[in-house]
């Protein structure tokens, strides 16, 4: 059974703190991907890595950072926390390639900044 | 660049009925895949059908299905015999089959639809 997993369902930070949101996928995919899911936005790429140590900003880049430093864990970084960041965070893992491959989600973890 | 758009912030059906979702996009590409993927309350997104431009047939699963209409760049989902279970968030995405050479596989999500099914 595929799987993606994240490392926190809920997190609570103060404004400024450096937060870590960890994603970890078992299927062996080259591409993984951050995204932020907010009411009426729907979800909007922030970062996404095609292969390890590779990065590319999404949609949304600004106050995060990303890491990539093995094939199956994508980290994602709030260097200062901000109100707000405050949203549901999603992860995502895909094969890569030309064909219609689906991504497979993580469970998010829902980030509240104080 | 790609948009995705769905109209409709909320839906509701009755159980057995049949509802459609609407969604429609704008691409400049010629070769692309579009997605529909269902998010239930507090579970992991999964995805439900998928339909790859170039071809002229709807995509079909069970009791999903999709009205693929390319020159309106319209993609619906119709779901058959509504069960309680479908109660989700559903969100129609886009990708371009070949992102500049990359393939990155790359997604645009719609705003998402709350679909509701009463019993």
């Known amino acids: 059974d595929v799987k993606v997993t994240q490392s926190s369902r809920y997190l609570v930070k103060r404004t400024g703190e450096k937060v870590f949101l960890e994603c970890v996928q078992d299927m062996d995919h080259e591409n993984m991907f951050w995204y932020r899911q907010d009411p009426g936005l729907g979800l909007r790429l922030i970062y996404f890595s095609y292969d390890v140590k590779m990065k590319e900003k999404g949609d949304i880049p600004e106050g995060y950072s990303v890491s990539r430093e093995k094939k199956e864990r994508f980290s994602l970084i709030l260097e200062s926390a901000s109100t707000n960041q405050t949203s549901m965070y999603l992860c995502?893992?895909?094969?890569?390639?030309?064909?219609?491959?689906?991504?497979?989600f993580g469970p998010g973890t829902r980030l509240t900044v104080t | 660049a790609q948009t995705v758009t769905q109209s409709q912030p909320e839906m509701s059906v009755q159980e057995a009925e049949t509802v459609t979702l609407s969604c429609t996009y704008d691409?400049?590409?010629?070769?692309?895949?579009l997605f529909w993927y269902k998010q239930p309350p507090s579970r992991q997104m999964i995805l439900v059908i998928r339909?790859?431009?170039?071809?002229?047939q709807n995509a079909t699963e069970n009791r999903f299905s999709v009205n693929f209409q390319k020159a309106a760049k319209s993609f619906s989902l119709k779901i058959s015999d509504s069960q309680l279970g479908d109660t989700a968030m559903y969100f129609c995405a886009s990708r371009n089959s070949n992102a500049g050479g990359t393939s990155y596989g790359k997604l645009t999500f719609g705003q998402g639809t709350i679909l509701t099914v009463h019993p």
């Open positions: 691409t400049s590409e010629n070769n692309y895949y």
């Open positions: 995502a893992s895909s094969r890569r390639g030309q064909g219609p491959y689906e991504q497979y």
């Open positions: 339909q790859e431009a170039y071809k002229q």
